[in-house]
């Protein structure tokens, strides 16, 4: 699989990482010297220095023979320039392109047909916002994902000391919670190491487990697990950016009681006029006086989205230490993503992190509907149709040599999700979900693909 990237940043060159390590053919396209550097000197992989809305920087990087197309600069003009190209110079390439500005967006349609025909326009503030507010649904959480559709999650939560599923052995989790609750254990977390576990392996006290629920059982689901906290109910956004923006306009027309706080009078005053529910403030976010006037302290959570990583994280910082219950941080910086647990921030989100995440299943072969990856890098969800010339299709799951850290999670079959057992066997459309340690994806792909053993 040939891959072409218009961009070395954040966005394209962790991209570039993952598919590089899964040794696909990748090539690297950008104007700046420094950043293409940084490419060649860590991965193998073509870089050329260029622009991505060059006819003749495309045809040097092979757009005819490719594959996939990924358009992502922070310039929403290049991205759409470049796409339209290589569009002409190859019809049938599948094309993605990020894109941010509301002046784009709101107008998708137009971008997805005609001369564009972009396959996917990938808009990471919106997929923020998302992961915002499945948060907001579970505060005890520490991560959530939703797949087929919406009826099944992944919930991460970090198990109270006092709860029932300590000690207990994975294959007794469900007498443990009771016949009647659809669940696997997905991952677990330990001494900040994930494992895809076994059903002899047991869960221990202070370990962050990955459940694999339908959605509608849910808050059972943790309630028996001795999980579900109270409720978020008073919130408050620092920063009306993009990202601040569309959240208080989801929040505004819900039961949050939402306070907004931006340092720029003229978005402030944009913001009132549009909002109706929410409060907005001209203010910083890390001005003590002010969230002590706010009574920052009696707040279920503070959400802080401001483009100034610096700035989230302090602001976040003091209002923990005013007494806020929950916080959550915006990060740009893959960098600073394993040092905001230890600070004491309780979330954090990654538009270039979203970004990848909605990248992913297009360059996975075989069927795939969603890839998200797990606890940063670590391990992938894939949601994928099992196709008929699958080595994972006619045989019993115990029959299929599933490789360690490998797991089928759940599958749907018409409008019913079932719960997999050693004895189920996987036929033709069935829609499932995996999870897997990363060296084990281009198995994974292979066995989605062909009649190739999974190990």
């Given at each position: ?30 104007m ?10 860590s991965?193998?992989v ?13 045809e ?18 290049i ?10 110079l ?14 784009y ?12 025909r ?6 990471p ?36 000391d006092e709860?029932p ?5 994975l294959?007794?989790v469900?007498?443990?919670l ?25 869960i221990?006290e ?12 849910q ?5 028996r ?13 620092v920063?009306g ?13 819900k ?8 340092n ?9 006029e ?7 403030l001209?203010?910083?976010?890390t001005?003590q006086?002010l ?7 009696d ?35 893959f960098?600073y993503?394993p ?15 979203s970004?990848?995440n909605s990248i ?12 998200v ?10 949601e994928a ?10 045989k ?9 850290g490998t ?6 079959r018409?409008?019913?999700v ?8 996987i ?16 198995k994974?792909e292979k066995?989605?693909?062909?009649k190739?053993e999974?190990?």
């Amino acid at each position: 699989m040939r891959v072409i990237i218009v961009g070395a940043g954040e966005v394209g060159f962790n991209v570039a990482r993952r598919l590089s390590g899964e040794n696909k053919d990748v090539v690297v396209i950008d104007m700046n010297p420094k950043a293409l550097s940084k490419v060649s000197d860590s991965l193998d992989v073509q870089t050329i220095q260029g622009s991505g809305s060059s006819p003749e920087i495309l045809e040097e990087a092979g757009v005819a023979d490719a594959d996939i197309f990924l358009a992502v600069t922070d310039k929403d003009e290049i991205n759409l320039i470049a796409t339209f190209l290589a569009n002409r110079l190859n019809p049938e390439i599948i094309k993605l392109a990020r894109i941010r500005n509301e002046d784009y967006t709101k107008y998708s349609d137009m971008f997805t047909e005609g001369d564009l025909r972009i396959d996917t326009i990938i808009n990471p503030d919106e997929e923020v916002v998302e992961s915002i507010l499945r948060v907001m649904s579970v505060p005890g959480a520490v991560e959530i994902n939703d797949f087929v559709g919406g009826k099944v999650r992944l919930v991460g939560v970090k198990l109270p000391d006092e709860s029932p599923l300590v000690g207990v052995q994975l294959m007794k989790v469900r007498e443990t919670l009771g016949d009647d609750i659809d669940v696997v254990i997905a991952a677990l977390v330990r001494d900040d190491e994930l494992i895809i576990p076994g059903g002899l392996d047991t869960i221990e006290e202070g370990d962050i487990v990955y459940f694999t629920c339908l959605r509608d059982q849910q808050n059972d689901l943790l309630k028996r697990a001795g999980i579900l906290s109270d409720p978020i109910k008073k919130v408050m956004i620092v920063g009306g950016g993009n990202v601040g923006s569309l959240l208080a306009q989801a929040l505004d027309s819900k039961k949050y009681h939402t306070r907004l706080i931006d340092n720029d009078p003229d978005t402030c005053a944009h913001l009132s006029e549009t909002l109706d529910r929410v409060i907005v403030l001209n203010g910083d976010g890390t001005d003590q006086d002010l969230l002590n006037e706010e009574n920052v302290g009696d707040l279920d959570m503070v959400i802080s989205v401001t483009g100034d990583e610096e700035m989230n994280i302090l602001s976040c910082l003091l209002a923990k230490n005013l007494g806020a219950r929950k916080t959550i941080t915006r990060i740009n910086k893959f960098a600073y993503i394993p040092l905001i647990e230890p600070i004491g921030i309780d979330h954090l989100v990654c538009p270039r992190l979203s970004a990848i995440n909605s990248i992913l299943h297009f360059v996975r072969q075989g069927k795939v509907i969603s890839a998200v990856s797990i606890k940063g890098e670590e391990a992938e969800a894939l949601e994928a149709i099992a196709q008929e010339n699958s080595a994972i299709v006619g045989k019993p799951i115990m029959e299929l040599n599933i490789p360690p850290g490998t797991l089928i999670l759940c599958f749907q079959r018409g409008d019913d999700v079932i719960i997999p057992t050693g004895t189920t066997v996987i036929e033709p459309n069935d829609r499932l979900l995996i999870i897997s340690t990363h060296k084990n994806i281009p198995k994974i792909e292979k066995a989605l693909t062909t009649k190739l053993e999974l190990y």
